[in-house]
């Protein structure tokens, strides 16, 4: 876990992680500079190219250093934790830093080539690194590889990095094959002079050598972009240290700033939302969570007002789409795979909600959740949301008759046969259905974590009037369902019966 600095922008966490990346990324390229002075032939002379064989040596990791660079400026503009493809022109931007270092890194590598190589063979071979560049950039944009994917078990940080490493090589055998026979076929359209002469025999084992420097120089790309995956994932703890007149005057200052200041969709803004689910829910830091639940209550209506707000964009959004849904429609279709977006934060604010709300029970010492109406609001969101997405996947949400009580509602059962005019868009839509599941699965387990912690004082008010009036927000309109729809599936959480 990092600890993002208590003073300064928020943005100093992030520029620490790049900071980190290109120092790991310039070890990287020292090391691969050592290993190919040890392993590159001694004695040659190239007449042609007018420069001692030292000096190609001597060339390498500097040319290594500037590959690594151009690498490292390719990540920087395209990683990014939202789902959303990064702009064609920054995509375009980013593909000629890839080129070029990949042209640097194989050229570098000059003194694996025959005596008689002129400048010419040194241009191929550049260009055979222009094309495992291009390859590598492919699969990074044609896999989705740019998206920072947050592990579900935040592990150390050098076990992270050990896990990468089998599928790391996996991936770099797999590109350097591709980009070696590329290259060999469209080096042959090229000049007589951009090609290795030589005899037979010498060609094999230039062509040999000229594929082990691509293998190495693709697992170099391969590495680096897995140490930008685990060192962006990591939690950062947006707190001061415990012992400093920070942590006891005004703990939640920088998490609150950054969770209401942060640009949307920022890497800063999904490890402040990351590290408040890991306070909410786990025991590392019980006196951050404590701080939450301050005497006034600001704090902690700041906090919950920062995680419904994700939540009710995702039920506004759906609702928006599932009125009058029509398959050919590109702009509701547009609008629903958009909500599904941001399901990352979205889960981290409902685990975060239910958490905190959960541990009210025990550790709210003044009250605050409950006076200031947060688990109204809380338990409305978490409701609307999961009705929204049961909808999305062809479930009824219409209320059953409200002579019927909760004892009989399992007999009367919460419909799940899908509409015969309505549509399960979910399942449907390519790739959409696994995600609507997943977030029904976050819900569902969040709002019986609440129920679970107030399950007597729910049983004993179980009557839907007096649900509504304690655990549903009066006075405002769900954003997706009625509130007969929300204590309805209240009271079938409460009697585990919501499936």
């Not at 969040?446 to 004993?460: E, G, N, P, T």
Request: with cysteine; hydrophobic share 45%; proline share 6%.
């Amino acid at each position: 876990m990092d600890r993002a600095p208590p003073r300064g922008s928020p943005r100093d966490a992030v520029g620490q992680r790049w900071l980190a990346v290109f120092a790991f990324q310039a070890v990287l390229s020292a090391a691969a500079s050592a290993l190919h002075l040890v392993a590159s032939p001694r004695g040659r002379r190239y007449p042609l190219l007018g420069v001692p064989a030292g000096l190609l040596l001597a060339l390498h990791p500097l040319l290594a250093c500037a590959a690594t660079g151009l690498l490292a400026l390719a990540l920087l503009l395209t990683a990014s934790p939202h789902p959303r493809p990064p702009p064609l022109r920054r995509r375009a931007l980013a593909t000629a830093p890839l080129a070029a270092a990949g042209a640097l890194s194989v050229a570098a590598a000059a003194a694996i080539l025959p005596e008689g190589a002129g400048w010419a063979a040194v241009a191929g071979l550049g260009f055979r690194g222009v094309v495992l560049g291009a390859v590598f950039a492919a699969h990074y944009f044609g896999r989705r590889r740019w998206l920072l994917q947050f592990p579900v078990v935040q592990r150390p940080l050098f076990y992270g990095l050990k896990m990468g490493l089998l599928p790391s090589g996996k991936r770099a055998l797999k590109v350097s094959l591709q980009a070696f026979c590329l290259s060999f076929a469209l080096i042959l359209l090229l000049p007589q002079q951009f090609r290795i002469g030589g005899s037979i025999g010498s060609q094999i084992l230039t062509q040999i050598s000229i594929f082990i420097v691509t293998a190495g120089v693709s697992c170099c790309l391969e590495i680096s972009h897995h140490f930008v995956q685990v060192v962006h994932t990591r939690r950062c703890s947006f707190a001061p240290p415990q012992s400093t007149a920070a942590a006891e005057t005004n703990p939640t200052e920088f998490i609150l700033e950054t969770l209401e200041q942060s640009d949307p969709r920022s890497l800063i803004q999904y490890l402040a939302y990351q590290d408040l689910c890991a306070v909410s829910e786990c025991n590392l830091e019980p006196w951050r969570r404590a701080a939450f639940f301050e005497e006034s209550g600001e704090t902690y209506k700041r906090i919950v007002t920062a995680c419904l707000k994700p939540l009710e964009g995702f039920s506004s959004k759906i609702a928006q789409a599932l009125e009058e849904y029509e398959p050919d429609n590109i702009s509701q279709q547009y609008i629903l795979f958009s909500a599904f977006d941001d399901s990352q934060i979205c889960t981290w604010c409902a685990r975060a909600l239910a958490g905190l709300t959960a541990r009210s029970r025990q550790e709210d010492r003044y009250g605050v959740a409950q006076l200031t109406g947060c688990n109204a609001a809380v338990m409305t969101t978490l409701l609307s949301s999961l009705v929204a997405i049961e909808a999305c996947l062809g479930k009824k949400t219409n209320p059953l008759p409200m002579h019927l009580g909760p004892e009989n509602i399992r007999l009367a059962h919460f419909s799940t046969v899908r509409r015969p005019t309505g549509t399960a868009i979910a399942s449907t839509e390519g790739g959409l259905h696994k995600k609507a599941y997943a977030m029904a699965d976050v819900l569902r387990t969040s709002v019986y974590q609440i129920v679970s912690a107030f399950i007597d004082d729910l049983r004993a008010n179980a009557k839907p009037a007096s649900l509504e009036k304690n655990w549903i927000s009066e006075g405002r309109k769900p954003i997706y369902g009625s509130q007969a729809v929300l204590v309805q599936k209240l009271s079938l959480f409460i009697e585990y019966r919501a499936v």
